[in-house]
C-alpha cells in the first residue's frame, strides 16, 4: 500500500529563516508521481510541484526548492528566506502511474508551518 | 476563468437526509476526484472518475456514491448521511488523470447533525 509520512506536526519560524518540510513516502510501483499542495489559511488547495519518480533532479521555483532521493524516498520542500504569506499547512502526496491502475492520490498529513514576523 | 465550482459551500443536515454536493469544472478535465479532509488525517481519497462513465473507489468510499455522466460534473452522493461523514470536502480535477496538475474546488464543509 501507498504511504506519505510528514514527521513535522507543525512547525514555527522567524521571518527571513530557511525552513524544509520533510516527506517520506512508501510505494511499490517503479512508476509514480510526487506532488506538493499548499492549503493557506484562506483553506483552498494550491497545486506546488509534481515530480515523476524517473525525474531525481532537484527543481528550484523562487524561493522554494524541492529535494527528491529515491534512495530515501524523500522528497522534501524548502523554503528559503521565509516570509508570513508562506504560513500554511502543506501537503505532500503520492499516486501510482498513471494508467496503470493506481489513479489513486495518498496524501500525508501536512505539516503546518507558521512564519512570524 | 477555468474553475472548479462546487455547491453548496456550507451545508448543515440530519442523520439520515439524504443530501448531494455538485461539482462542475469548465476546463474540458478527463480525471475529477473527491476527497475528504479531516483534522489530523490530512486529505483522503473518496471516489475518483478517470473520464465519463468510469469511476473507481479511493481510500474512503464508505457511505458516498458518485456518478459521471457528463464530463464536466461529477456529484457527490450521500444516500444516508451519518455524523461521522462531517467533514470538508475537495472536489478536484485534471486534464490526464494524476500526471496533470489537479486544480481543486473551494471545498464545502458538511455538518451531519
Known amino acids: 500500500a501507498q504511504k506519505v509520512t510528514q514527521a513535522q506536526t507543525e512547525i514555527s519560524v522567524v521571518e527571513k529563516e530557511d525552513v524544509t518540510l520533510d516527506c517520506v513516502y512508501e510505494t511499490r510501483d517503479t512508476t509514480y508521481y510526487l506532488f506538493w499542495y499548499k492549503q493557506p489559511p484562506s483553506g483552498e488547495l494550491v497545486f506546488l510541484i509534481r515530480r515523476n519518480s524517473f525525474d531525481e533532479q532537484n527543481e528550484i521555483s523562487g524561493r522554494y526548492s524541492w529535494n527528491f532521493q529515491k534512495s530515501t524516498s524523500s522528497f522534501n520542500f524548502t523554503i528559503t528566506a521565509s516570509q508570513v504569506v508562506d504560513s500554511a499547512v502543506y501537503f505532500c502526496?503520492?499516486?501510482?502511474?498513471?494508467?496503470?491502475?493506481?489513479?489513486?492520490?495518498?496524501f500525508g498529513k501536512g505539516t503546518k508551518l507558521t512564519v512570524n514576523p | 476563468e477555468a474553475q472548479v465550482t462546487q455547491n453548496p459551500r456550507y451545508l448543515i443536515t440530519v442523520t439520515g437526509k439524504k443530501l448531494t454536493v455538485t461539482c462542475s469544472q469548465n476546463m474540458n478535465h478527463e480525471y475529477m476526484s473527491w476527497y475528504r479532509q479531516d483534522p489530523g488525517l490530512g486529505l483522503r481519497q473518496i471516489y475518483y472518475?478517470?473520464?465519463?462513465?468510469?469511476?473507481d473507489k479511493g481510500d474512503v468510499p464508505e457511505g458516498y456514491k458518485v456518478s459521471r455522466k457528463e464530463k464536466r460534473n461529477f456529484p457527490l452522493i450521500l444516500e444516508s448521511p451519518s455524523p461521522n461523514q462531517t467533514s470538508l470536502y475537495f472536489c478536484?480535477?485534471?486534464?490526464?488523470?494524476?500526471?496533470?496538475?489537479?486544480?481543486f474546488g473551494p471545498g464545502t464543509r458538511l455538518l451531519v447533525l
Open positions: 478536484a480535477s485534471s486534464f490526464s488523470g494524476l500526471a496533470g496538475n489537479q486544480y
Open positions: 502526496a503520492l499516486s501510482g502511474a498513471q494508467g496503470g491502475g493506481s489513479e489513486k492520490l495518498v
Open positions: 472518475s478517470m473520464n465519463v462513465e468510469v469511476t
